[in-house]
């Protein structure tokens, strides 16, 4: 897989590789950034930010704020979280009118894999009949699954087999464990646990679904007062980005901390699959995508006319703030690539 971010000089390389050189700011400016309970690997690269004191080099005196995907959608409509990292939620909110600002990415493709119990489940097919332990409808945890198994292997909720919506990752994993269901959409650090108990991964959603994860989104007012502050928010996470994709030392660590890991082979298993997978930018074919998936939802729902078209989605990003920031750091951006000739 391509590189989506690559440095374009020896003086940006070293400002990577030794992140503390530099000035930081005396007057650290406060942000509140959104994460979920149980931790994401769709939110490492904020992860690295924060403990590899991207942020604080930054100026930034960041805050965690977690909470549910839903919860955090909510607020950071409202203003109590700064920095929002859900961009499904995000896309319906703007498609119902919300002003919010797409300002840097973080994961490049989709995360989730279907781990199943061998004993019961030993090939795709086998999913027939069983039952699977998802997210909620309408959240990526149910929805990459669900578009994945009926795309590409003609397994439909409901006609070949049931789903059981769990709250998060951990329950779910753990009602794979005492087999409540014989198959749970996991995420890959979750999903390496499940490999640790014995549990087998059976379909990588990445392998068929590039999308774009984890994307940081702000209202359009707080873009509007704190340019200055989005603009140093989005140098960390790529500064970030880079430390992950090249500093297995570091970023294993950071995976075991926010993961609850302790063996570290399982953290470098994760950073393994996931290292080259994240990028700041956000392709412009991969964001339309998020919406078109999330219009197709609402219109199935009731919550978008059938009849009216797609906005230009392209308002809602930042890239006016995001692309110069990001050559001022020296990066060039990529083409995003295509996933084993899947994309669609």
Do not use: C
């Amino acid at each position: 897989m391509k590189r989506f971010l690559s440095l374009a000089s020896v003086a940006t390389a070293a400002l990577v590789v030794l992140p503390f050189i530099g000035t930081v700011a005396d007057a650290q400016t406060n942000i509140r950034v959104g994460r979920t309970p149980g931790a994401s690997g769709f939110h490492i690269p904020s992860y690295v930010a924060m403990d590899k004191g991207f942020f604080k080099g930054e100026g930034l005196d960041a805050r965690y704020v977690a909470m549910g995907g839903k919860a955090l959608v909510t607020a950071g409509l409202g203003g109590a979280v700064d920095f929002v990292p859900i961009p499904g939620g995000g896309s319906q909110a703007t498609l119902k009118g919300a002003e919010l600002r797409y300002v840097v990415g973080e994961s490049l493709i989709s995360q989730w894999t279907i781990v199943v119990d061998p004993k019961v489940i030993k090939t795709v097919a086998d999913i027939k009949g069983k039952t699977l332990g998802y997210g909620r409808a309408g959240s990526a945890d149910y929805d990459e699954g669900e578009i994945t198994l009926s795309q590409y292997f003609n397994l439909s909720v409901g006609r070949d087999y049931r789903v059981i919506s769990f709250q998060d990752e951990s329950t779910r994993l753990a009602g794979l464990i005492n087999g409540a269901v014989q198959g749970a959409l996991l995420s890959f650090p979750h999903a390496a646990k499940a490999q640790v108990a014995g549990y087998k991964i059976l379909v990588k959603t990445g392998e068929f679904l590039p999308r774009v994860g984890g994307t940081f989104w702000v209202t359009a007012d707080y873009l509007a007062k704190n340019k200055a502050t989005v603009k140093s928010f989005i140098r960390a996470i790529a500064k970030a980005t880079v430390y992950l994709r090249e500093n297995k030392a570091g970023s294993v660590p950071v995976i075991q901390k926010y993961f609850s890991i302790k063996d570290q082979k399982e953290a470098e298993f994760i950073w393994g699959e996931v290292h080259d997978q994240y990028g700041p930018d956000i392709p412009a074919g991969l964001f339309r995508k998020l919406y078109a998936s999330r219009l197709d939802r609402m219109k199935k729902r009731g919550l978008w006319p059938k009849d009216k078209p797609m906005p230009d989605v392209e308002k809602f990003v930042a890239r006016d703030v995001l692309e110069p920031t990001l050559r001022e750091m020296g990066y060039y951006l990529q083409a995003p690539p295509t996933v084993q000739g899947k994309l669609n």
